[in-house]
């Protein structure tokens, strides 16, 4: 490495193989306690659907999986190891708590069946992590059902159709900023409505006399991230709530990053009709390597109606109960009441940080971002120059005349101990270098991700193969994704 | 606040770095009158021990001493080996993202490669992706995939299929113009296949059933198969007790199998989260929804795990992708890996024994008493009791011994009458089987039948 | 490296700084709950010893915590990351449901003055655990009081003493092979009595005809290690039991090999009269970087109204209690009764096994360190050919020809991805290679270290400065242990 | 068995490459005659549900729902941040060895050093070591060591060190040849100075005394030492409450500290695993027992720790060694070492704040009904009350109530009658001290003083 790091080393790292080229027969990890009825005859019981063989499941013992799993785990980096700035995404801190007491037996046993008078405990964090995210957003109703942002989203839309259609007004279209999160459109189009692309203007926020020019008796709503996508918070945002209410389409919020306005700023305050929250982006619950996530859905008063079956009531006995009597309600949008070991955690961060906590965690996430856009001012290309919220967005315009892109820098921060920030996302930003450190940041670590970034732009002058050829101290060097989606190989298949 | 590294001097210094006097000064950009001149009104910061506290107290007014369940219908009570937590417990796992950067993943993406490979062996596909939210969006998304395979726009349900599965399919098919049909089921408890004879046209998509069922039985695929595909239909194949298919022959001839892997090892959790998964035949893996992972090498020959296939998906396609599914389960989907493979070919073979040996052993008690529905066809751990008495009622008395007895099906299925769905697994001992046939019989020997009203619905 | 190891990579490694360097005033992981008594005045109460200043415990958030450890962790090699295979540790599987249970609420957070009307659970523990090591040692009574073999050991000889004492013949000395670890010695010294050493014979077990010699009324006992440390079962343990019977002396046995004999022969039936246990090895409680650990002393019946107070009797009510009134005990060697989380553990391990497993698990010991015996003979120089149970010991005599050494050749091991074996131990080997995988490798891992020491004794020949300068893969080379202790810093302290 | 990673085949083929015909085979050194011919008599293998239900049973015969304890006396109930046991669990720190070969334990080795310094910090030492395996060996040790550096045989050891580490010092030291000298408490529950002036001899090696003492006092370090000094004898002091240095100061003036950490994050757990360490002077540090962890460098100047000073220990110097302890106590030492970053040193202060108030408050009101004892010299958080009634009888009434009370002193000074030693901690909330105030009251207001015999030995 040219420019060495403070950041990080190279290690010795275990490898390990699939587990299926570690099985062999009779081999075991179980055991059952004996069984204390009667035996039974399955062919007697099942006939033609008894299972003659299980086929290529693994044979192991738990020595072997507890190495297997570990030496996997030690492949991967984790917000726990170090800064995750990947923009978009709110890599925080997962406090500990929240896995114990979403671990607690009442609450990881509770069968989603039983009877209410057992239910209670699970029905008052249903109603008290409710409360705390009404007020925190200045809505007036919530379901707390839909599995992650997308499905908050399409719930969302489906409470704005059910809207219109009360109205005897079924609208066709759905506006959305072309720095929209790809879930937006893929949502408006899953929902039936067809989607119509709205430009941002130069300083990356919603044009506002496009926006007028757009607008009109077809468009049910306008689905708004705000901050948006490049971390700019919609100043206008007034005039566009207006736009959309005078015309009797919706203002739709795309809550990914609230991280920038709790404790600050309301939605439901500024026009915003209804919204998605991510708790596994603002309320601190864990990502596990792809999910899970959860997506509650805050409304205003008039689209309560609309909301999925079913919904958590106060009975007149004083005790909780769910009201599935809805029917006015979009439905049903999964099974159960959602993703319920996610309001745990996340209410367990909210009653950790209270209400100074909670505005200081996005106080400390925007000076995060303005202490790093401050630090890579120069060395990268900023494409707007609008002030940042809680992420900024630069470009590889100037890496770009020798070559190198976006994906290449990213590549090349790992091996400065870094995990990449998101790439060519937003879309408006030809090669994007989307950077959101969240408040988790020390001010050590952000100095070290600088430093590393400044490096990366003069070794990009310097030497740019090294780039290109990045990284260098991972166990893999760079995956060949192409051929990976030319041919796919999405199994283990026994050889020969 | 414990969760910020800051110190008052960092804070400081930084402000000062970027060239402003205050945090305020960063916040202008919103307009001020929106800003918030207040403390919110959420509960004031509470010490760990004090959260601990709060949510003991919840997990006992949720019942955590409870000493049996008969629960099933949709969500499973097994036994979680401990490796699971111990596992997923370590941050590398759980506090990673997506696995995008794959040099910095390799971890996420072999485990899911892993966990692609034995869903497919376990459902009998040739591919499976890296999960869905849970079984009622799989079934759903997979009914959404085979409209876009089959190019039509109708689709028969069977209406023995998890009725919360079907709500769910029906809350997204209303919007996509899809008709759906449903079907009642036999004497038997399966679909009426003479009704689906009928049912199923030129026009249809697909053809979706749920096996075992939601009544317990286990459905005869091949036959509900050929119909299907006589005419062109695809079949879809929803199954919500993947222990099940530790000992049951796998819908092999589906085309699409939706899959709620809940009960390998993921914990019931009130209902979430779980994770669906939906596996295929590699023909049609184009049109899958969700994430895929795959094999390739690095630049120097070397195996390595890779996303893939991502032109199907919502951040390079927007609104022509195969869905807008992005943050999925895969956490949960590590959690049923590490419980397929402890258990393995063979442990999951016996596992699905004792809970086969246990249902029948509960329902030949039951049956001494009361009448045990759908004697016809086979059934794995679930099957419907019907008493003279209301099931709330029996329920209500089984409460006080700390035991849940079965879900009372009037909501779901009123033609039922006083019946009840009750699911034995390898946590139902011997005793609670037994005390719970004592409470059968002394009902339907004292001929009760108290009036509705006077019981609490105890299952909702 | 020469010969490319199919065991293990390289991979980006965070570093980290100490803890004190990343404190800051005002940073913190902690929050009190709101006192729910008055307020003190600290000076009122405590006038003079009230403390003024806490030195230099840091100050650090949550995350820098989590972050901290994390990445120090990763540092580690363990036993969950690949065979560890230090001779004379036992470096076996720690199981995971040990863990489950050790911290049950009731157990975890018992007291250990409660009273015992509310401690019948853990009374149940020790009297289950005792009932079982009694049956698989085939001895009378046990104590589990001592926290770790050395303190057995000491435990151990002062009930020897008291033994002879009793009968009005205080005895001086012990007699301790030369092979003995350390801590026999050195326990013997503590205990007031003089070490005297017993040489061994050529097949490296103690010559039987040199102890009839030594043997007198002088010698009040002799530690044995059995199978002893170079893995070699003492075929002449009736005569040697004989002959310190014959003349009044006790036969005292460290068990810490006993993973090479549970379930296929007992101490109790070879002559024994009393042994420790280490429940840190044969049991499976874990190393935990260096504890804790337990050491119970099994003995026979003789020897019960010496052992340490107090021992856990049934009462008459059936009730389990603890009994203090031992006039004759050696008295106490610790406070309250125990490790009695490690406790927990070789139950729990002992219930998973039954006696079926705890014999396989002897056996595939026994095998796996056989089957590294044939795969290295040849390779390196194996001093004693007597046969092997659970641990081999070769020795450097081919490689010192090159100048390499034992601890260099371990060195090289771990760029090979493997923990090293126990070096220059036992002393009688000049250049010791200690070598115990136990019982929880698979086949698979045994094959890659063969490999891999093959290899090495490749590169001793072919390159000798490869080894001699290794680890060549970690993220420190070798550490300057002379200056270390030349110039002890023991403790950070702040620069300037 | 499910923890044996061989398959049959594995085990046959193993045995062909080694040439023999079978297992038994590799056990022909035992002589036949011993070898066991039959299956041990422990309990038949059982899975890991039933192991987990009989410990769960177990845990609940053991007190899991007790709503308060007033124990204390050298093992304190503190509350344990849920990180420690999240970072303590993880396989790199618990399934690693000693840390002999340093480039693969610079995790455990760095944390060790992190410790010795925090120690040294607290107990306002030089140094300190890696851990002892508890506070009373650590004292006893200290003692040795003491005995080392001055070359005397004489102990003098104050009566209100905790009875139970003066037993394990009685054990050890009778063996040596040293006398042992136990001295009185005065009436303000401190050692009697005067005892102690007149008691040291220029043949005294050191004085061990505790602080706080096992009655609950604050000794006057300062006086202790000076008295000492003055003859050519050292100070060990030894502390079993390592959170009341949070507030008290450190006994600057002792030689030796041994301290007990159990306190300080690692759980109750029915007496032990626990975590002893001494700490003392750096020109101490050859005499001084238990491992030691070092800074230096590697080939390139890079920092990095070691395992030092080697040649004081067992397996290097024998029967010479400062001590024969090897396996301590690392993971309990790594727990403290989490708790005190948790704490830090603003959080210590307040921990130990809340301790002293709540002990404040409890004496006082128990003050009002029963005698506190040793009113003249200052506490931290125990105390002892003296009552007309045998204290086992309260305590049993107050264990009806779920609530166990302080620990009766008769056992180890019946002197002091019905006397019992109350602790309160950051956990006793003013609810449990005014319930067991009430119970107090209620004695004291009744007269009671029921005969002993009938009282159950609440305590032991
Ligand atoms: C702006 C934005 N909107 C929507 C989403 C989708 O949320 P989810 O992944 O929870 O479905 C994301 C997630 O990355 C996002 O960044
Ligand atoms: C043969 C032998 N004896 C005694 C001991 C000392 O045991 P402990 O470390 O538990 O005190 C050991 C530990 O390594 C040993 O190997």
Same mark, same amino acid.
């Given at each position: ?33 004996? =069984? ?60 500990? #708590?929240?896995? #114990? ?27 008290? =992590? ?23 989203? =399409? ?290 670590? =952000? ?50 | ?18 060239? !402003? ?20 009104? !959420? ?32 969500? %499973? ?22 696995? %995008? ?122 036959? !509900? ?35 709620? !892997? ?150 779901? %299925? ?47």
């Amino acid at each position: 490495m040219k420019h060495p790091t403070r950041k990080a080393t190279r290690h010795v790292s275990q490898n390990e193989g699939l587990l299926f080229e570690k099985s062999s027969p009779g081999k075991m990890a179980w055991k059952l306690p004996p =069984l204390d009825v009667p035996e039974v005859d399955t062919k007697r019981l099942l006939g033609d659907s008894q299972r003659t063989a299980l086929g290529q499941l693994p044979e192991v013992s738990e020595i072997e999986i507890i190495r297997h799993f570990t030496r996997l785990s030690t492949w991967n980096y984790a917000i726990d190891l170090g800064m995750y700035p990947l923009g978009s995404c709110t890599m925080k801190y997962n406090p500990r #708590v929240n896995e #114990v007491v979403a671990r607690l037996e009442g609450l990881a046993n509770g069968h989603p069946y039983q009877p209410e008078k057992i239910s209670q405990g699970a029905l008052r964090i249903l109603k008290t =992590l409710s409360e705390c995210l009404l007020e925190i957003t200045g809505m007036d109703a919530i379901t707390l059902q839909p599995a992650a942002g997308a499905q908050g989203e =399409l719930t969302g839309l489906l409470m704005v159709r059910a809207h219109h259609q009360t109205k005897g007004d079924p609208r066709k279209k759905i506006l959305i900023p072309d720095s929209a999160h790809g879930t937006n459109p893929a949502t408006a189009a899953t929902v039936g409505y067809a989607v119509e692309n709205l430009k941002s203007n130069a300083q990356g926020m919603v044009d506002v006399s496009a926006l007028s020019a757009q607008m009109n008796q077809e468009v049910a709503a306008l689905m708004l991230t705000n901050p948006n996508t490049l971390g700019v918070f919609e100043q206008e945002i007034h005039k566009i709530a207006d736009i959309m209410h005078a015309k009797g389409g919706l203002l739709y919020m795309d809550g990914a990053n609230m991280n920038a306005l709790v404790g600050k700023v309301r939605p439901g305050d500024f026009g915003v009709d209804l919204m998605h929250l991510n708790l596994h982006k603002t309320f601190s619950t864990p990502h596990g390597g792809g999910g899970p996530g959860s997506g509650p859905v805050a409304v205003k008063q008039f689209l309560e109606p609309f909301l999925p079956w079913p919904v958590v009531i106060t009975k007149a006995d004083g005790t909780l109960g769910l009201d599935y009597n809805r029917p006015r309600s979009v439905g049903r949008v999964r099974a159960f009441y959602g993703n319920f070991g996610m309001f745990v955690r996340a209410l367990a961060y909210i009653f950790a940080n209270g209400p100074d906590g909670l505005r200081q965690t996005t106080e400390d996430a925007v000076l995060n971002a303005n202490y790093i856009r401050k630090g890579l001012e120069g060395a990268y290309d900023l494409p707007y120059p609008t002030p940042s919220m809680h992420e900024v967005v630069f470009s590889d315009k100037l890496q770009a005349k020798k070559g190198v892109r976006t994906m290449d820098i990213a590549k090349r921060l790992i091996d400065y101990g870094f995990h990449p920030y998101t790439t060519a996302f937003p879309l408006i930003v030809p090669g994007a270098l989307m950077i959101e450190p969240s408040e988790s940041e020390p001010r050590e670590e =952000l100095d070290l991700f600088i430093e590393a970034m400044r490096s990366i732009a003069e070794e990009v002058e310097e030497d740019p193969e090294m780039v290109l050829s990045a990284p260098h101290t991972t166990r893999v060097s760079r995956l060949d994704e192409v051929t990976a989606a030319r041919n796919p190989v999405l199994r283990w298949k026994p050889q020969g | 606040m414990r969760y910020l590294p800051k110190s008052p001097a960092d804070r400081g210094a930084m402000l000062e770095s970027i060239g !402003v006097g205050s945090i305020d000064d960063l916040f202008a950009p919103i307009p001020a009158e929106y800003r918030l001149t207040r403390d919110l009104k !959420v509960p004031r910061q509470m010490a760990e021990a004090e959260i601990v506290d709060w949510f003991r107290e919840r997990s006992r007014e949720n019942g955590d001493n409870y000493a049996a369940t008969f629960l099933g219908a949709g969500a %499973y009570y097994h036994y979680r080996p401990v490796l699971i937590d111990a596992l997923v417990s370590r941050g590398e796992f759980f506090t990673a993202y997506t696995p %995008y950067q794959a040099e910095v993943s390799q971890g996420t993406l072999q485990a899911i490669f892993e966990f692609q490979t034995m869903i497919s062996e376990l459902t009998g596909m040739e591919v499976a992706n890296a999960s869905m939210y849970d079984g009622s969006t799989a079934a759903t998304e997979a009914v959404m995939m085979a409209a876009r395979l089959s190019q039509r726009r109708s689709v028969v349900v069977a209406r023995s299929v998890h009725p919360e599965y079907r709500e769910v399919l029906s809350t997204y098919a209303t919007h996509q113009g899809m008709s759906l049909l449903t079907l009642p089921y036999s004497e038997s408890g399966r679909l009426d296949l003479k009704e689906l004879e009928r049912a199923i046209t030129q026009e249809t998509a697909c053809v979706l059933i749920q096996s075992p069922n939601f009544l317990g039985t286990i459905e005869d695929v091949g036959a !509900v198969a050929e119909l299907a595909h006589r005419q062109g239909a695809l079949l879809v194949v929803s199954i919500a007790e993947a222990v099940s298919l530790g000992i049951l022959e796998p819908p092999r001839q589906a085309d699409i199998v939706a899959l709620e !892997v809940q009960s390998l090892g993921v914990p019931l959790g009130f209902g979430g989260p779980y994770c669906g998964v939906i596996a295929t035949r590699q023909q049609y893996v184009r049109q899958m929804p969700g994430r895929l992972v795959g094999q390739t090498t690095d630049r120097n020959g070397k195996r390595g795990f890779v996303l893939t296939l991502a032109t199907r998906e919502q951040h390079i396609r927007r609104e022509k992708a195969t869905s807008n599914i992005c943050t999925n389960q895969a956490l949960m989907a590590l959690m049923a890996t590490i419980f397929m493979t402890i258990y393995g070919k063979q442990g999951l073979a016996e596992l699905a024994k004792q809970n086969l040996a246990k249902a029948a052993y509960a329902a030949e008690q039951f049956g001494k008493h009361a009448k045990v529905l759908f004697p016809g066809a086979p059934r794995f751990h679930e099957f419907v009791v019907q008493t003279g008495e209301d099931p709330h009622a029996i329920n209500n008395r089984l409460l006080g011994h700390k035991i849940v007895g079965g879900l009372p099906l009037k909501k779901f %299925y009123p033609e039922l009458g006083n019946a009840a769905l009750w699911c034995c697994t390898e946590m139902t001992t011997r005793t609670a089987i037994d005390t719970a046939a004592g409470f059968i019989s002394e009902s339907e020997r004292s001929g009760k039948s108290a009036p509705e009203t006077d019981v609490e619905e105890v299952a909702r």
